[in-house]
């Protein structure tokens, strides 16, 4: 019998870095449990699962967080390999995924949610 696996997403709906999380947990067919922050009002999981940058989105794959979105989605690939591979899987094509995805971290999401003035 397979074993049972408990996946939690600590998330805000409307957060760009976790809709990352969101797609590859949904290309990979993972089932988890998205449970909504109050942003204003962090609560006391999410304190305990991410002490160092307080923030979403933070994945606890059997009691174990996992915090910042690039290195989820890392994660995420590895554990479940053996469904739809969210990068390439040569060196070289994987460190380009990696320069992109750090760009938009980085340059993209003010693109798409503007610069703070
Ligand atoms: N580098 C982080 C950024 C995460 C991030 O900025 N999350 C925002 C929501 S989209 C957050 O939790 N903000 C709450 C705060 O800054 O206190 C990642 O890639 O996961």
């Known amino acids: 019998m397979a074993k049972q696996e408990e996946v939690i997403l600590l998330d805000f709906w409307a957060g760009m870095y976790g ?6 947990l949904a290309e990979k067919g993972v089932s988890y449990e998205h449970r909504e922050e109050d942003l204003r009002n962090k609560s006391q999981l999410l304190l305990e699962m991410n002490p160092v940058h307080k923030k979403i989105p933070v994945l606890i794959h059997n009691g174990k967080p996992i915090c910042e979105s690039s290195i989820i989605v890392e994660y995420i690939d590895e ?7 969210l990068f390439p899987s040569d060196t070289y094509g994987k ?11 980085k340059k993209g999401w003010s693109h798409v949610v503007g610069s703070p003035s």
């Open 79 to 85: 554990v479940w390999k053996d469904k739809s591979p």
């Open 95 to 105: 460190a380009r995924a990696r320069f992109w995805s750090d760009f938009i971290d």
């Open 19 to 24: 809709m990352k999380v969101r797609i590859a």
